[in-house]
């Protein structure tokens, strides 16, 4: 569909891409002007340097102006503190007259001394001198494909493995280290005797009136099940009520 356009159109609508409408089923225009299909782009070389075998054949350089040549072409710099101090000799306060006198006074600073570095010249080379790290040898494939280099390895590590025994067997063992007075005191602690109920002095030569176990054994065997009774017990005794979940 052709879009109408109301009034007059001019040239200069269709090179204005906010005036441009787009078409149906088309990109919108930029605006720009292309030339024909026969225009060919880019740009015409006119130097004829030899193509690809006289670039593989010659080899050649740009020449490089040497640092002597620039830096006598070169002007050296212009001397502002001499001529401020032959101003101020001269009579001159004033910037205005500083700046006159510059004008009409030109002195420069003197060129720096020149200074040779004293480099070796580089080595000459061979001319049949072949640059690079040589190709390491390929590895053979049958030994890949047979577990050579596991094998090998396990071997030296049984070799190891076994130098470290003889190592463990030959080294020297230690004697026995004597004993000192700090380790005879640390074994023989003495055992801590717990004191004695206390009791009156008249009931201390009494024994007990009743005794109700047959011997000492019947006497530790119930005192053990009441510990372990105690257990499941209320109150510091152990002698409550048992404890429910």
Same mark, same amino acid.
């Given at each position: 569909?052709?879009?109408?356009?109301?009034?007059?159109?001019r040239?200069?609508?269709?090179?204005n891409p906010?005036?441009?409408?787009?078409?149906?089923?088309?990109t919108?225009?930029?605006g720009?002007?292309?030339p024909g299909?026969?225009?060919?782009?880019?740009?015409?070389?006119?130097t004829?340097?030899?193509?690809v075998s006289?670039?593989?054949?010659?080899?050649r350089?740009?020449?490089?102006?040497t640092s002597g040549?620039?830096?006598?072409s070169r002007r050296p710099?212009k001397?502002?503190v001499a001529?401020?101090?032959?101003?101020?000799?001269?009579? *001159?306060?004033?910037?205005k007259?500083?700046? %006159?006198?510059?004008?009409?006074? +030109?002195?420069? =600073?003197?060129?720096p /001394? !020149?200074?040779?570095?004293?480099?070796?010249a580089?080595p000459?080379?061979?001319?049949?001198t072949?640059?690079?790290?040589?190709?390491?040898?390929?590895t053979?494939?049958h030994?890949?494909l047979?577990h050579?280099?596991?094998q090998l390895?396990?071997?030296?590590?049984?070799?190891?493995?076994?130098?470290?025994?003889?190592?463990k067997?030959?080294?020297p063992?230690?004697?026995r280290?004597?004993?000192?007075r700090?380790?005879?005191l640390?074994?023989?602690?003495?055992?801590p005797?717990s004191?004695? *109920?206390?009791?009156l002095?008249?009931?201390? %030569?009494i024994?007990p009136?009743? +005794?109700?176990? =047959?011997?000492?054994? /019947? !006497?530790?065997k119930?005192?053990?099940?009441?510990?372990s009774?105690?257990v499941?017990r209320?109150?510091?005794?152990?002698q409550?009520?048992?404890?429910?979940?």
């Amino acid at each position: 569909m052709q879009v109408s356009h109301v009034g007059v159109v001019r040239e200069s609508m269709l090179a204005n891409p906010l005036l441009i409408r787009p078409v149906l089923g088309k990109t919108k225009s930029n605006g720009l002007a292309f030339p024909g299909p026969d225009f060919v782009y880019g740009t015409v070389t006119t130097t004829q340097d030899g193509g690809v075998s006289e670039a593989l054949s010659n080899w050649r350089a740009h020449s490089v102006p040497t640092s002597g040549c620039s830096s006598q072409s070169r002007r050296p710099e212009k001397d502002f503190v001499a001529m401020n101090r032959e101003g101020v000799k001269s009579g *001159l306060v004033t910037a205005k007259e500083h700046y %006159q006198y510059r004008a009409t006074q +030109d002195r420069r =600073r003197a060129a720096p /001394a !020149r200074v040779r570095s004293h480099v070796p010249a580089p080595p000459r080379i061979p001319p049949d001198t072949t640059f690079g790290i040589s190709t390491r040898p390929s590895t053979p494939i049958h030994e890949l494909l047979e577990h050579k280099y596991a094998q090998l390895w396990l071997q030296e590590q049984k070799v190891k493995e076994k130098a470290r025994e003889e190592d463990k067997l030959n080294k020297p063992k230690l004697g026995r280290i004597p004993e000192t007075r700090t380790t005879l005191l640390r074994k023989s602690r003495p055992v801590p005797e717990s004191a004695p *109920l206390w009791k009156l002095p008249r009931f201390q %030569q009494i024994g007990p009136a009743l +005794d109700t176990f =047959r011997d000492p054994h /019947a !006497r530790k065997k119930a005192f053990s099940a009441h510990l372990s009774d105690s257990v499941a017990r209320r109150g510091q005794l152990g002698q409550g009520t048992y404890t429910m979940g």
